[in-house]
């Protein structure tokens, strides 16, 4: 197995019930220091909510979305998620790209047969 290049991060989880999106975005800001190329997948009806622009609430989390904009991370919203709560592309943060599932899906076997990592939340 080669050394690791590429990191793919998954959320899914509620933004504001649960700690994983300051996880999901402390890892990718820790590899992204480290050199690796990095992207977070929003996805499921809870998940894809990060990517929405003007939220409200204790966290800070637009902010820390335009810090890893601006470091080079990727983020990718399912569409399917997107569709099935009514987020339109234009509620999306600037930067953030809305994508096909089927897109995740590929991503998935990418970096999967390339041994990259894959870290899901």
């Known amino acids: 197995m080669g050394k690791v ?11 504001y019930e649960s700690t994983s ?7 990718a800001k820790y590899y992204k ?3 690796l190329d990095v992207t977070i997948v929003l996805w499921g009806p809870m998940g894809i909510i ?3 622009k003007n939220k409200v609430g204790r966290m800070q989390y637009d902010n820390e979305i335009t810090e890893c904009l601006k470091m080079g991370i990727n ?33 998935l076997l990418q970096y999967q047969e ?7 939340l």
């Open 33 to 35: 220091n480290k050199g």
């Open 5 to 15: 290049t590429k990191v793919l991060l998954l959320l899914k989880d509620m933004i």
């Open 50 to 52: 990060l990517g929405k």
């Open 114 to 120: 390339e041994g990259q990592l894959i870290f899901s």
């Open 21 to 27: 999106p300051l996880e999901i975005i402390r890892f």
């Open 75 to 107: 983020f990718k919203c399912c569409d399917l998620a997107a569709n099935l709560i009514g987020l339109d592309k234009s509620e999306l943060m600037e930067g953030i790209e809305l994508v096909e599932s089927f897109v995740v899906a590929d991503l």
